[in-house]
């Protein structure tokens, strides 16, 4: 079904991660930087993590895609249209049109920052255990699957009906996450798609819905 298996593509994250440095520094303090504006709301804050979310989405789409994983994945080039068109989304709702964040305290908060953590240390912990060790880490804006998590991680704390319509994407992402890591046993993508789970269960539940 895939043509290559898990130790190539660990091999492929070692190579990329090679290239990109020093690039995980900035994408690790921009990832930061949102989660500290989403814990402590200041005038433009949401524009700040919209446009963080927006530039890890790009970087997938427009780098990681068609110049990396397209060397092994023929499907790289559609994957980096859609990472592309999830970024347009999130400039034009977080952005352009910004809503207003909800205050961390309660259950959409604390499991917002819990998977904010783990998409920021987790998944590079768990990426990192396979032969390739940690040189192949997933790293937040730098790859999909953290990417992704983040992004379902600082929608929990968006007001509004903006949360549920940017999540398709990120909802499709985990699908194939879910098969990637079942097909080729990578625990970074199975764990992508089980921490998904209560990220999009929250995202529908009743009590966000606008009055």
């Known amino acids: 079904m895939f043509p290559f298996d898990a130790e190539v593509l660990a091999s492929s994250y070692a190579?990329?991660?090679?290239?990109?440095?020093?690039?995980?520094?900035f994408a690790l303090a921009l990832a930061l930087a949102a989660v500290w504006l989403s814990v402590s709301p200041r005038r433009g804050g949401l524009r700040v993590i919209g446009a963080v979310l927006?530039?890890?989405?790009?970087?997938?789409?427009?780098v990681f895609f068609p110049r990396y994983l397209a060397q092994l994945d023929f499907m790289a080039p559609v994957y980096g249209w859609v990472f592309a068109a999830q970024a347009?989304?999130?400039l034009w709702a977080l952005v352009w049109r910004p809503a207003a964040l909800r205050a961390a305290p309660g259950i959409a908060g604390v499991?917002?920052?819990?998977?904010a953590a783990a998409a920021i240390f987790g998944l590079p912990?768990?990426?990192?255990?396979?032969?390739?060790?940690?040189?192949a880490a997933r790293i937040v804006g730098l790859a999909p699957g953290p990417t992704v998590?983040?992004?379902?991680?600082?929608?929990l704390l968006?007001?509004?009906?903006?949360?549920?319509?940017?999540?398709?994407?990120?909802?499709?992402w985990c699908g194939v996450a879910a098969v990637t890591g079942w097909v080729l046993g990578v625990p970074e993508?199975?764990?992508?798609a089980v921490l998904a789970l209560p990220a999009f269960g929250l995202l529908l539940w009743p009590a966000r819905r606008p009055a």
């Open 15 to 25: 190579l990329y991660n090679a290239a990109v440095w020093p690039a995980q520094v």
């Open 54 to 62: 927006a530039a890890g989405w790009l970087w997938c789409g427009l």
């Open 88 to 90: 347009a989304l999130l």
């Open 111 to 115: 499991a917002a920052l819990a998977l």
């Open 125 to 135: 912990l768990v990426s990192g255990v396979g032969e390739a060790g940690f040189a």
């Open 149 to 155: 998590l983040f992004t379902l991680a600082l929608l």
């Open 158 to 172: 968006v007001e509004g009906r903006a949360p549920r319509l940017l999540s398709a994407i990120p909802l499709l």
């Open 189 to 192: 993508s199975l764990a992508l």
